[in-house]
């Protein structure tokens, strides 16, 4: 992270110097000096700016360093299919959610580092983004209604969303979904989610989780 500022500090100031050489063949009409530093210019804001929405993006994103626990869930039975979830992330507070379904999914998103980017020693870094609910069976997945909830809040300068549209404009980043595979809501059911460098991964943490997965894998 050290670097990365430190080369956007470099270019940011090159920039400023071509922009006050240009201006300044300008004023004595040296045409093709003031083109050559306005490309010039141009080229190390561009830097400037691409190391500005890493730095920025990295800071909003937690890092992810192997597998870790990044956050609790449980369940709570209201209805007939129909759940209310309780996430519980650590330095946060408690949300919750309404899920509809016999199943859950939670997805991240996860933004790795290929080269030439790895020189900047980088960390992985992810976000959660949305939960869900879904029924088993699939006529009534196609019939009943959906429930998904956003875990995001969307920022100016996102790194994800801007890679995964751009990706020909950000070599050596890699925006990808992280997904924990579905597993069965149960009344009283809590798992841990834990994240490792592409993947969610869901385990029971109590008997009520445990018996859940056992009567579902059955099925």
């Known amino acids: 992270m050290t670097l990365l500022i430190a080369i956007s500090i470099a270019f940011a100031v090159l ?46 994103y937690s890092r992810l360093i192997d597998e870790q626990l990044i956050s609790r869930i449980e369940f709570e039975k209201t209805a007939n299919d129909e759940y209310q979830a309780r996430l519980m992330i650590t330095g946060e507070s408690d949300q919750f959610f309404t899920l509809r379904g016999d199943e ?19 960390d992985p870094i992810y976000q959660l983004d949305r939960l869900s609910g879904r029924f088993a069976d699939i006529d009534r997945e196609q019939t009943e209604m959906r429930t998904v909830h956003s875990l995001t809040l969307e920022a100016p300068a996102d790194l994800w969303r801007f890679t995964r549209r751009f990706p020909q404009l950000m070599p050596g980043v890699d925006a990808h979904y992280g997904t924990a595979t579905f597993v069965p ?18 385990r029971p943490a109590n008997d009520a989780a445990r018996t859940a997965i056992g009567t579902w894998r059955t099925h």
Request: aromatic share 10%; hydrophobic share 55%; glycine share 6%.
């Open 15 to 60: 920039a400023f110097f071509f922009l006050f050489r240009m201006l300044h063949c300008m004023r004595r009409r040296r045409v093709l000096r003031a083109c050559g530093s306005s490309l010039s210019c141009l080229m190390c804001a561009a830097i400037a700016g691409a190391g500005s929405i890493l730095i920025l993006s990295y800071l909003t």
């Open 104 to 122: 859950w999914q939670m997805d991240a998103r996860i933004v790795t580092w290929k080269p030439p980017l790895t020189v900047l020693g980088l």
């Open 185 to 202: 809501m149960a009344d009283g059911a809590r798992y841990e989610v834990s994240l490792s460098r592409d993947a969610l991964i869901a």
